[in-house]
């Protein structure tokens, strides 16, 4: 059969021809009136549609249409009035779901005309304007309402007294948007939007809904909120909220249960009772069931309820959600969101119990957590990492070599390449752990790249980059043999290191003074990486340890000289001259100082390596015992001897002695106290 040619292409298509129709200043009242509602309807749930309408300016067209109809409102009734709701549920359409379709809104100018047209006369008017308004303040986009000014608390309280169930949910869906300090969560309180919001858990559906959530908005992280919450003035506010966790919409239950465990989180003091605990995992475990949105979110609630917490963990493997959770992974097809909540909330019940994380293996699940480290979506990747890193943690499963292999290596490394931050560092995460590795299996990670990759992601512009790969790097050369030290040391240069001993940041200065320290562990061939390039690496942890003010820092930097302290007595006495300088040097109390600290773990570092530089079989233990009494050190010893810290007490009288065997007589006896 023929076919009709292809229009022209200076012909205008339908979707011009209907833009032409609503700026035409020509055309009659009611031949617009009906473009409004075909536009409408053709965008309503369509993504496609609206985005190609938005090139072609639809959005400032409805603007121009409904500031043009609220300024003749008094003319042609008839036919302003609809056009004003029919403009504004267009307006509402085209910011639903879609960011751009927010900002189009917005620099059009829609946003205070919807506002003005919420105090209407006519009801459908402010009906309409209140749900598009309600459609913008999802987004993050929306402006951020200010509670602090008495005339916007006035007009957001004149919407949460309305009888109109959309102006009160305009009013819950504000707060939810807009109140993040704890400064307008009190203000809200203060105000009695508590009380209000509890008033309207008895309305519609829609009325419950959005004060479920926007009372969650304001509780959230804050005890004293939640303690005015609970008190009389809010009547039997928690009674209410925990019978809706029984409604028959599984959305009102989701938001109920999310309620109260914000209370739960914020304050100790209340919910606490192993029923209430046990009741809220049961409903958000048949929620998770849910085929719709209410299933996709409650894996994110769950997390909110047991991370963190051992016991509320224990509880939730009991009532067998390790095994649900790993069901809904086998059914496949699932949305992005779903995966991501589903890999979160087992990331959280593995971060603590073993029972978890061997459940987890036994089922299967590995073979599905490996499989999204590819996943399209950044979220999804995330969230497996972190599970991963998570499982990871079982030193048994760690030891029988269940995750060095190129199924989890070779994707986890590629993700360490990725565009998305987050999912580089949750990748780091996981490589840390995994990398520890208590097996002969450590070479795998080496040759599919990733020292070379790590070493890449150590000269990143993001602090925390660079601290996790730096923290993968130190896991990695824990307890390894010469030839992986060597292989490693092929891309990570003694340059890069004292750069990195020098970071800006004391997190990352930390574990590289703790890769050093890893590095130089073991065998005395082990010490000598130390002094390679004329000892600049030793000179720069020198440097570290008289400058440095972060403890931790100076913590990892002593057990260096520790295990360099280890070795022959050249290595010993590089250690003594970082210590102990030439005279008049400011650095010659650094001992002293470190031994007098506060914190006991530099105490013990201190100690630990005193031990090594007196040990009796030491040729030149004598002369360093000499130079220890001169400095004072000797005399501070005794004193550690009844240390409040039980490592440090029984380092400090092994240090003394040693010593003893080499006491100067003119120096005069030790004395030992118990």
């Not at 809104?105 to 309409?128: C, M, Q, T, Y």
């Not at 959005?210 to 005015?228: D, F, M, R, T, Y």
Request: net charge neutral; glycine share 6%.
């Amino acid at each position: 059969m023929p076919t009709s040619a292809p229009p022209p292409s200076n012909y205008p298509t339908r979707s011009e021809d209907l833009i032409g129709r609503l700026n035409s200043v020509h055309i009659p009242c009611e031949a617009k009136l009906k473009a409004l509602r075909e536009l409408k309807n053709q965008i309503i749930g369509n993504r496609t549609k609206k985005i190609a309408f938005l090139k072609l300016g639809a959005v400032p067209s409805l603007v121009s249409i409904l500031s043009s109809a609220v300024a003749e409102n008094g003319g042609n009734l008839e036919f302003n009035e609809p056009v004003i709701i029919q403009s504004a549920a267009a307006i509402g359409s085209f910011a639903c779901g879609l960011d751009a379709g927010v900002n189009a809104v917005l620099d059009a100018g829609a946003f205070p005309l919807l506002f003005g047209l919420v105090s209407h006369p006519n009801e459908k008017i402010v009906d309409a304007c209140a749900r598009s308004l309600k459609l913008i303040y999802q987004s993050k986009l929306a402006p951020k309402y200010n509670f602090l000014l008495e005339k916007n608390m006035d007009f957001l309280l004149s919407l949460l007294n309305s009888k109109n169930e959309n102006v009160t949910g305009l009013g819950a869906s504000i707060i939810t948007h807009s109140c993040h300090t704890s400064l307008e969560q009190e203000t809200l309180s203060e105000a009695g939007v508590i009380k209000k919001l509890i008033s309207l858990l008895g309305g519609s559906l829609i009325q419950r809904d959005a004060s479920l959530e926007s009372l969650g908005a304001i509780i959230k992280e804050n005890p004293v909120v939640v303690s005015k919450f609970m008190g009389p003035v809010n009547g039997r506010a928690l009674n209410v909220v925990t019978e809706l966790t029984k409604d028959r919409y599984p959305q009102t239950r989701l938001l109920a249960c999310m309620c109260l465990i914000l209370i739960r989180n914020a304050s100790t003091c209340y919910l606490q009772d192993a029923g209430i605990k046990t009741k809220l995992i049961l409903i958000l475990l048949e929620l998770i069931d849910d085929p719709g949105q209410v299933g996709d979110e409650a894996p994110f609630v769950l997390s909110s309820l047991i991370a963190e917490k051992e016991d509320l963990q224990k509880i939730a493997f009991d009532s067998n959600i390790v095994d649900k959770l790993c069901n809904h992974l086998e059914k496949g097809s699932l949305q992005a969101k779903s995966l991501q909540g589903i890999f979160l909330a087992l990331a959280d019940l593995c971060s603590k119990l073993e029972c978890c994380r061997d459940r987890f293996l036994s089922l299967k699940a590995f073979n599905f957590l490996t499989d999204v480290l590819t996943h399209d979506s950044p979220e999804v990747r995330t969230a497996a990492c972190i599970c991963l890193k998570n499982i990871s943690r079982s030193v048994k499963n760690l030891s029988a070599g269940h995750f060095m292999n190129e199924v989890v290596i070779v994707p986890l490394v590629q993700l360490l390449h990725d565009t998305c931050t987050s999912v580089q560092i949750a990748a780091l995460g996981a490589i840390s752990n995994i990398v520890v590795d208590f097996t002969e299996h450590k070479s795998t990670f080496i040759h599919c790249g990733g020292v070379k990759q790590l070493v890449q992601l150590l000269k990143s512009m993001d602090p925390t980059i660079r601290f996790n790969a730096m923290w993968a790097l130190k896991n990695l050369i824990f307890l390894v043999n010469s030839m992986c030290k060597e292989e490693i040391l092929l891309e990570l240069s003694p340059s890069i290191l004292i750069s990195l001993i020098c970071d800006p940041e004391t997190s990352v200065q930390e574990q590289a003074l703790a890769l050093v320290r890893n590095l130089v562990d073991g065998a005395i061939d082990s010490v000598e990486y130390v002094f390679s390039e004329e000892g600049l690496l030793l000179n720069a942890i020198g440097r570290q340890l008289q400058s440095a003010s972060k403890v931790e820092v100076l913590i990892q930097g002593m057990y260096v000289l520790n295990n360099v302290a280890s070795g022959n007595e050249f290595h010993k006495e590089a250690v003594m001259n970082l210590l102990f300088p030439h005279a008049g040097s400011d650095t010659q109390t650094i001992l002293i100082k470190f031994m007098q600290s506060t914190d006991s773990r530099l105490r013990t570092a201190s100690v630990w390596a005193l031990v090594n530089l007196t040990l009796t079989s030491s040729p030149g233990a004598n002369s360093r015992v000499m130079k220890l009494q001169r400095a004072g050190i000797v005399s501070q010893l005794k004193n550690m001897a009844n240390d409040p810290c039980l490592d440090v007490k029984l380092r400090a009288k092994t240090a003394l002695g040693q010593s003893m065997m080499f006491v100067d007589p003119s120096m005069g006896k030790f004395v030992f106290t118990c």
